[in-house]
């Protein structure tokens, strides 16, 4: 659940809070909501009116129910005369352009957490790119087309990079066999390399890293996104927030990231660590099997254009036209 006016803002009410003790505040006009994943229902104030926002938690029922509602101060009326309390009550999906004619702050009910300056911008150009083709799912592709395209020269830096490792990791692996346990030369070793074929041990993370806050906002735009429930795409896919029911997209997204390793460089690692690495696709495939299609659309076209992108680049570094 969670209150809302011009003083607090946007505050959270957990159930375990509410059992510990009681949520009470007198407020000039604000909101109260109980909210779900993309649905909501909430009492919004009179802007003028003082209202007591509370919580009623009461566990001594099975199941235990949890209350946040509104109060208005009481009225004195004359014999005669007439009193109004008025408060507007919206039950409904979290449709952001919605929310935000209501009443001010229930658009944040759509909570994309820290990153919500750059989810509502993504989800503005979802919201867009549907509007011209008519599909939310293609609408995914085009806007992840679009974030590739902005991280390009970032991107072919660390793919680069990755290619450049990628080629010396034989000559990486003969020196571990020549120095052995002697970690210090083969520091050394390994240092003198980088610096004679010019590779930063770093330059293929670093990009990936300024990139990732965009991606895990993006991610977060798409879960939180009603918009996408009971969305077709294609064919078997009529539902874009429930999961794939032939898992087609969950095992395309795994075979993709068995393909991105396979343009990775070999990590100098110990033949455990080697092994967890190679189980990762198999891994992540089951964990994505029971996420939202829409969402598991979204990292296949994400790791389609990735590969693309490093298939091309570790070409051109292997074949020597990028040096």
Known sequence: SVVYNDEIKYEKVDFDDMEDKPFQLQSKGGWAAMIQHYFLSAWIANPEEINLLYSIANTKRYPATYTIGMRSDNQQIAAGSEGEFSSQLFVGPKIVKRLEEISPG?????????LTFLSKPLYWLLSFFNGLVGNWG????????????LFYKLSEKSYRSMARMRKVGPRLAALKERFGDDRQKLNQAMMELYKTEKINPM???????????VFIALYWALLESVELRQAPFIFWIKDLSVMDPYYILPIIMGISMVIQQKLSPTPMADPVQAKMMMALPLIFTVFFAFFPSGLVLYWVANNILTISQQWVITKRIDSGVDK
Do not use: N
């Open 106 to 114: 229930l658009e944040l009910t759509v909570d994309y957490g820290a």
């Open 138 to 149: 293609v609408a995914i592709i085009l806007l992840t087309l679009l974030v590739k395209a």
């Open 203 to 213: 330059g293929g993370c670093l990009p990936l890293l300024i990139q990732m806050p």
